[in-house]
């Protein structure tokens, strides 16, 4: 039973209208107190699921636009901590099993489809769904713990040779302008400018090294990450490629309790990765802030190569980066998901190769206030 007060939010995605309006009524008529959103096509679902907050979806298998598994797929990837339910009919188990191991929560054979049965399916999955991402972080937790002494070391270590380095590095600074001054042929000068270059390059790692591996404390306070977002994102795109759209959707949300610079490390890291993600070709990026179920959330979305599971299962690690030579250091989603985690907050990824990338930063927003 839904307890009192709380009423689930259904995105029923049904592409024939008599169905829809049958399955609102049984609902209505078993007072369930569901508040249901109907779309007629998969596309619409997806736009839905952006813009809203949805506690459920229940998903008919054959659409105009969408078929089945690959329906799923596609729903799962957009909204991945969302349940589906799907609805079939008395002859295609084979196929709802399939939507199963897929990423649906379950299935409910169309002819059956009685009001409570209805009802008690939603809220099973709701529950399960919320079950299975609470259990994700406790994993998550685990493997922190796991390797928290491995990353103080590296931290330790990383300090020390980020010290060192920029102490080598000076003297190329200091160098390189006089051997311009004593040389003049083209040759001579494109090397001494290729040497500049390599030592700018290896002192904004060094930066970002001693970034990482600092154990400065930060002073938090209330930020509202809209206006942080609304105030630097246009700044932030005024340096992508031009090919690159950047594109801002934010609403009123509630202060978070964050280091307002620390933040703003985020965002521009969010972004940074995902324009090397989109490379030279024309691309979007979409940066939205918004609140759902007491967290603040920010997104970083784009459609560059995307990224394979093998990969992702490595993405936030210090160092790891699949860029070419001198394109990353291998530290920005590392330092990203460090300032996250000490705001108390998580953040996850969905993308598959060659469907573009979202991050999705959860904060808590500051109870009573927004």
């Known amino acids: 039973m839904i307890p009192p007060g709380v009423i689930r939010r259904l995105l029923l995605v049904e592409d024939n209208p008599g169905d829809a309006e049958l399955i609102a009524d049984v609902l209505a008529a078993a007072g369930s107190g569901m508040q249901v959103t109907h779309v007629p096509r998969l596309a619409d679902a997806r736009a839905a699921l952006h813009g809203g907050q949805f506690d459920a979806v229940l998903l008919d298998l054959h659409l105009p636009d969408g078929e089945g598994v690959e329906s799923v797929k596609r729903l799962r990837v957009d909204r991945p901590d969302v349940p ?9 188990e084979a196929l709802a099993l399939d939507c199963i191991a897929a990423g649906a929560q379950t299935y409910i054979a169309k002819a059956e489809m009685g009001g409570g049965q209805l009802r008690r399916a939603i809220d099973f999955s709701v529950v399960r769904a919320r079950e299975a991402s609470a259990q994700r972080r406790a994993d998550a937790l685990m493997v922190r713990l796991r390797h928290s002494q491995r990353f103080d070391t590296l931290g330790a270590l990383s300090a020390g040779i980020a010290h060192d380095l920029n102490n080598t590095l000076q003297p190329v600074f200091n160098i390189v302008p006089w051997l311009e001054t004593m040389v003049h ?21 060094v930066k970002e090294i001693v970034e990482f591996s600092r154990d400065v404390p930060q002073t938090p306070e209330p930020v509202q990450l809209d206006e942080l977002v609304d105030a630097v994102l246009p700044m932030l795109g005024a340096g992508l490629p031009i090919a690159i759209k950047l594109h801002i959707e934010t609403e009123p949300v509630p202060p978070v309790l964050a280091s307002r610079s620390q933040l703003y490390q985020v965002v521009l890291n969010l972004v940074t990765n995902a324009a090397r993600a989109i490379g030279s070709r024309p691309g979007a990026i979409t940066v939205r802030v918004a609140f759902e179920r007491g967290d603040v959330m920010l997104s970083v979305e784009d459609d560059g190569e995307g990224i394979d599971e093998a990969v992702k299962a490595r993405i936030f690690e210090p160092f790891f980066t699949t860029h070419p030579s ?3 250091t291998g530290l920005g989603l590392a330092i990203v998901k460090s300032i996250v985690e000490e705001s108390g907050g998580w953040i996850e990824v969905s993308s598959r190769k060659g469907e573009g990338a979202r991050f999705v930063v959860h904060l808590p927003g500051m109870a009573g206030q927004g």
């Open 84 to 92: 589906i339910l799907v609805m079939t009919g008395a002859d295609n």
């Open 326 to 328: 001198g394109g990353g």
């Open 185 to 205: 042929d083209e040759q001579s000068l494109k090397g001494l400018e290729m040497i500049r270059s390599a030592a700018m390059r290896a002192k904004e790692l």
